[in-house]
């Protein structure tokens, strides 16, 4: 064979070219390094759910203001996480849609989508603050009857008010 025709390149179409492959049953080799076909248009709808959603976040408790006064706006505090855990549902369904494993993980670990993040703390901000609240209730109907507990309730020995 001469130089001329072995560095010649096949000038055949990308539908030709992959018909005999796909006749004799080989499989083309994936590139592991290109992103999937979905990712682009996954990463926008995500850009746009944390945009959106972060400006609804604001306008709530402001449009409650608004409309009802401070007794209405003050309901946000139950508002949020009911929203919060919305949103994570949204995000988590966007994110199942890609099409690649590691595009998952890595959107769902990632710290760009603050909003996400927010959500999160938030949840685990209300479900402490709960837990708190209930130990405290707990506290007050079974009654502490402990020395510790009573002794910070007791007036000092020398107390005017003793």
Partial sequence: MTESTTNRQDTRSPASSSAPAAESGATMPRDD??????TAEIQARLRRLERRGGLLFIATPLALLLLGGRDLAGLTIFIWPAYAVIYLGLFRRVTRRFDDADWIVLSRSSRRYTLRRLC???LLLYALGFAMYGCERARDVLGDDTPAATASLEAPAGAPYG
């Fill in 33 to 38: 390094t290109a992103p999937a076909d979905n």
């Fill in 120 to 122: 999160e703390v938030m």
